[in-house]
């Protein structure tokens, strides 16, 4: 497991945007967008690299709405977007254009010799341009207009906010969180390998508000979860049933579950034979809180809604 899955989330969620149909050096340019990753990781924010979720290689399965969906939802809900310009992308201008909707600030990333649209930089949720020669200085230029950003969000007046009205959004913020589209659920669940009587009750779980949709969301994109692993975790942590009914749902014994369970904890960052009470911690924190913390962070700071 990478430092890119174990580390905490500080702030808020970095949407790495990029082009991804029809690269000329996939892997080398998909290494890249790990790097901006790294960067946004160490500015206290969660990356979100779309290659690892809706790649229209790896995951060539999705239909387009799926992922427009599934992308569109990180986009909207992202603290910022990291937009890689160096390869023109129409999808890099879609989310640029939807981070601009939802007033989520942008910043665009290109190599100093490579041309970049006038229409794209002029767009206005673009904040901050870093132009690179090498990546020494992409790290400290990025990192450099990544906290001037977050200043920038945290610094200018607000006006107040009545108490009721921050925990009614708060609680909006949860009901959110909490609900995904069914297509999305149904894309998830295919990226992340898992049918059967498992799928069905995660599906269940999800739309009975026990999963949050945006937990689900993390299991598969964030951390990786498939399979076995993944049934096995939110069967067994999340919602809580036995060893014997999690190996029923998934058509195995319970032994090979507990190995499924302990698999996806070291997956995670949590001990293999992790306290309960330790599991339900991280799943408050990582499950829960992340997708809702940016917005908490606004609101208790009388931001916008």
């Excluded at 107040?160 to 609680?171: E, G, K, L, Y």
């Excluded at 269940?204 to 508000?209: F, H, I, N, P, R």
């Excluded at 058509?251 to 001990?271: F, P, Q, S, W, Y």
């Amino acid at each position: 497991m990478d430092d890119l899955e174990k580390a905490a989330v500080a702030t808020g969620e970095a949407y790495i945007s990029g082009a991804l149909t029809a690269l000329e050096d996939g892997p080398r340019t998909k290494i890249f967008y790990e790097l901006l990753a790294e960067i946004a990781l160490a500015a206290h924010l969660r990356p979100y690299l779309p290659h690892r979720v809706t790649d229209p290689v790896t995951a060539a399965h999705l239909d387009p709405r799926a992922v427009y969906e599934i992308d569109r939802a990180h986009v909207t809900s992202a603290a910022v977007v990291v937009a890689y310009a160096g390869i023109p992308s129409f999808g890099v201008g879609i989310e640029v254009e939807l981070a601009r909707e939802h007033a989520i600030p942008v910043i665009v990333v290109a190599e100093r010799d490579h041309p970049v649209s006038r229409l794209l930089l002029g767009n206005p949720a673009v904040v901050e341009v870093v132009r690179f020669a090498e990546l020494d200085g992409l790290r400290r230029s990025l990192a450099a207009a990544l906290a001037r950003v977050a200043t920038a969000g945290g610094g200018a007046a607000r006006a107040p906010v009545a108490d009721d009205v921050i925990v009614q959004r708060f609680i909006a913020s949860l009901g959110h969180a909490r609900e995904l589209p069914i297509a999305e659920v149904a894309a998830l669940l295919r990226i992340g390998e898992l049918d059967g009587a498992a799928g069905l009750e995660i599906r269940e779980a999800v739309a009975g508000g026990r999963l949050f949709g945006a937990g689900l969301r993390d299991l598969v994109g964030r951390y990786a979860l498939r399979g076995a692993d993944l049934g096995a975790f939110v069967l067994r942590d999340v919602l809580e049933r036995s060893l014997a009914e999690t190996a029923r749902a998934l058509g195995i014994d319970a032994r090979t579950a507990k190995r499924h369970v302990a698999a996806a904890h070291e997956r995670i960052g949590l001990a293999e034979d992790a306290d309960p009470a330790l599991v339900a911690q991280w799943l408050v924190t990582e499950l829960i809180a992340p997708p809702t913390r940016a917005l908490q962070l606004h609101l208790f700071a009388g931001g916008r809604a």
